[in-house]
DNA sequence: TGAATTTTGTACCAATGCGTACAATAAACG
DNA sequence: CGTTTATTGTACGCATTGGTACAAAATTCA
């Protein structure tokens, strides 16, 4: 098992870590992005964490602990990124754009390639064979597409928007632009046209 | 290299081919749409296929050239399905959930699992790594994109839709609808609650 | 200092991966 | 008939895969 990382200095017992395990985890994160869960190899994994085989499997257990272990940890950042734009006191079209701007940073980097959403791009892939991402999976988009929703209900208490708008159909049209943009992301649409699309899409939101 | 399936009858020379390449490349399809392209193996496809490894390669090449005639061949099917659906008298309402009607048949077959959209499910993962398969999965979206704008902004000039609705806008909320469908099917959404989804977005669409 | 504890690093294993060589087979051709 | 052509089926080769055994190393504790 991994110590907790709560008491950082309490000295521990055995030869130190070569590795902080939150690091290795994005790297492993990182790794599983570019090439998904079946295309990365263990070798690969051990590249990108700096970790040797033996020490992955004492932190993380195997190769699929460890994918689950990253889409969970995915999954709360995301939670934080949408946090971040919609539990504000920001405008409706604003607290959308800064949205989908967090959510372009995490899908088309400033430096390196455009990469899309980690859990799009790799767990819809396995989601079929393997329940328990399927279930991460769903769990994570429901919890996006709830976020979204109260952001919009409150939008209309509010009076943002038009009182004869269906906020659940405007969450599901926010929803969907989120998952339509990592799709295109990772086919390579440059970011500006994607901003373009969140923008349109926002304005309408909006209308 | 395949040899021309236009003449059927023509004598051809050799061995006859004990398989159906049609029937093969659909059987392939169905294959690395469950496990994806690296989680497919040579095994599981020749299993599928029923051809054995040597034949495989005569006909199609290698796996990745196999999946490249996937991908090829999933999105002549998904034209079509889009002609049927967008390319007669119908209203935009009735096309639109054609087209949604037609989708989820792929999506979430009668018999058998859901299993989502092929080209979402398994190119996005590649699509990093391999730029040919990035190139075919943009090819294919824009493809649906360019048809439903088409539908859309005839709908505006036949007077289907109000004068002040952006076509384009509508056109991108029409594909990701598509796309988030298409995700939401793999992560394990019941069939009813996708078909309320679609007609709820094509109802703000027609609005 | 020496025992206990924990992690590291190398080296290995059996299984599976993709791709191919080659003989056997089944047809048309002459 | 035998020859030619094309496909099949078996069997193989070599690299890579996920996972682990085990000794060396690095630390704390008594």
Redesign the pocket.
């Known amino acids: 098992?991994?110590?907790k990382s709560a008491s950082p200095q309490a000295?521990?017992?055995?030869?130190?870590?070569?590795?902080d395990p939150d690091a290795a985890l994005a790297q492993a994160i990182e790794a599983f992005w570019k090439t998904g869960?079946?295309?990365?190899?263990?070798?690969?994994?051990s590249a990108a964490t700096?970790?040797?085989?033996?020490?992955?499997?004492?932190?993380f257990?195997?190769?699929?602990?460890?994918y689950l272990k990253a889409l969970g940890h995915y999954w709360t950042l995301g939670g934080s990124m949408m946090t971040d734009a919609l539990d504000n006191d920001l405008p409706l079209r604003d607290a959308l754009m800064r949205f989908y701007q967090n959510a372009l940073a995490l899908y088309v980097p400033r430096t390196g390639r455009a990469r899309g959403c980690f859990a799009i791009s790799t767990a819809t892939t396995e989601a079929l064979e393997e329940p328990k991402i399927r279930a991460l999976l769903a769990r994570g988009l429901r919890g996006l597409d709830e976020g979204l929703a109260r952001r919009i209900r409150a939008a209309r208490e509010a009076g943002e928007i038009k009182a004869d708008a269906d906020p659940a159909t405007l969450a599901a049209i926010a929803s969907a632009t989120l998952h339509t943009i990592a799709i295109r992301a990772r086919a390579g649409t440059p970011r500006a046209e994607l901003e373009a699309l969140a923008r349109s899409v926002v304005g309408l939101i909006c209308a």
Do not use: C, F, H, I
């Not at 000295?11 to 590795?19: E, F, H, L």
């Open positions: 098992m991994v110590q000295k521990r017992r055995g030869r130190p870590r070569a590795y869960y079946s295309g990365t190899s263990l070798d690969d994994l700096g970790m040797n085989r033996p020490s992955l499997y004492a932190a257990g195997d190769k699929r602990e460890l």
